[in-house]
């Protein structure tokens, strides 16, 4: 069991007898009343989303649910195939399931998925990936002097802002939960 204020994006609870996982949750105070927390919980198997307002000190039920680390190695049309790293056996998630981590996604990126009686149930790229750029303009002279940042474009297709002296062929190291340039790769 869970208190509704524990609940933070990608944990998987069951309420009302069906799984869920947490896409979003607020914590929300009133001036006289009491707080509450203001969850969307997105049913596993229908794809639904729903609003629910939870009194912080709710209890919710949580699934045994294991933490493993895979492999990704490509995708197959909507599905995109992981490797388990012990087993290699290989596992066909949807896309849907995938969702934005899309775009921070190349061969051999080591992800991390949780697995429910045997199905996968989320999907997480690391913090922090290592990414070629692509396209970027040229560096021009005396823009070092001043903190403006270009656009570029890494090797999955997304574009990032990135300092001046960046240049193509570059590998930068970004941040996929903002989508922030960190620095270039050692």
């Known amino acids: 069991m869970i208190k509704a204020i524990d609940l933070r994006k990608g944990r998987t609870v069951i309420w009302e007898g069906e799984l869920f996982i947490v896409h979003d949750s607020e914590h929300v105070t009133r001036g006289k009343g009491r707080s509450l927390m203001q969850v969307k919980l997105k049913n596993y198997k229908t794809g639904a989303i729903i609003d629910q307002r939870l009194n912080v000190d709710d209890k919710l039920e949580t699934p045994f649910v294991e933490t493993k680390d895979y492999e990704y190695l490509y995708q197959d049309g909507e599905q995109y195939v992981v490797m388990d790293n012990e087993t290699y056996e290989q596992i066909h998630v949807s896309g849907d399931l995938v969702g934005e981590a899309t775009q921070w996604l190349k061969p ?58 960046v240049e193509n062929g570059t590998v930068i190291r970004v941040d996929t939960r903002t989508g922030d340039y960190i620095e270039r790769a050692k």
Not at 116 to 129: A, K, M, Q, R
Not at 131 to 148: H, M, R, S, Y
């Open 108 to 165: 051999n990126e080591k992800i991390t998925c949780e697995v429910y009686e045997g199905n996968v149930i989320s999907f997480e790229v690391p913090h922090v990936v290592e990414l070629e750029v692509t396209d970027t303009p040229p560096a021009i002279k005396g823009a070092t002097a001043t903190n403006q940042l270009k656009e570029a474009i890494l090797e999955t297709g997304v574009k990032v802002r990135v300092p001046p002296f």
